[in-house]
């Protein structure tokens, strides 16, 4: 996996979590109605490209600007190289593929439904669109990341960008792959 290996920063495969900003209303009603701080995720796929799912469906996209630290899941470093391979070429597969509105419309309305329905009403998803965590779901289950609950394993497109946070648990750099914190340098008196 070191030829994958970008720098102490950035990894392939990290997953980016985007907060919505105060004039994105779309944005944070997706963040409310997914009972989190989260609107969207993207896939890290170059030290300054992400795959992501927006209203336009599946694009490559350049990072505008590093992403905050806080905001980024550092899982790319733990997945194996021959499968996270694998995962990188189907998501590069999907750039394309149409959105999925209907998602978001459950993910909308899901406050309104008994909780019985899970994290959104299962008759209003389209298997052949997809959204961000979607998106972001299937590949991290294609690269055999196994931390997710196996709910959420097996029922993709029932994920939100702030149920991926949640079991990611997004953490700094240093701490996500066990790099010593540099120490202080002494003083000399």
Not at 32 to 56: F, K, L, N, S, W
Not at 132 to 152: H, I, K, N, V
Request: with cysteine; glycine share 6%.
């Amino acid at each position: 996996m070191s030829d994958l290996y970008l720098n102490q920063d950035s990894i392939i495969g990290d997953l980016v979590f985007l907060r919505p900003t105060a004039q994105d209303w779309q944005g944070q009603i997706i963040a409310r109605a997914t009972a989190g701080p989260y609107c969207h995720v993207q896939v890290r796929v170059a030290a300054d490209a992400v795959i992501e799912a927006r209203a336009r469906g599946v694009t490559r996209s350049a990072l505008a600007a590093p992403p905050p630290e806080e905001d980024v899941a550092h899982i790319g470093w733990t997945l194996e190289g021959a499968r996270l391979a694998h995962a990188l070429t189907w998501l590069r597969r999907q750039v394309g593929q149409r959105y999925d509105w209907l998602a978001v419309l459950a993910d909308g309305v899901k406050t309104a439904l008994p909780a019985a329905l899970g994290s959104r009403a299962p008759f209003l998803v389209a298997p052949s669109r997809l959204d961000c965590s979607e998106l972001a779901a299937r590949f991290l289950t294609l690269a055999g990341y196994m931390w997710l609950p196996d709910e959420q394993m097996m029922t993709p497109q029932r994920v939100s960008p702030n149920d991926l946070a949640r079991a990611l648990k997004p953490a700094p750099a240093c701490a996500a792959r066990n790099v010593p914190t540099p120490a202080p340098e002494a003083t000399v008196s």
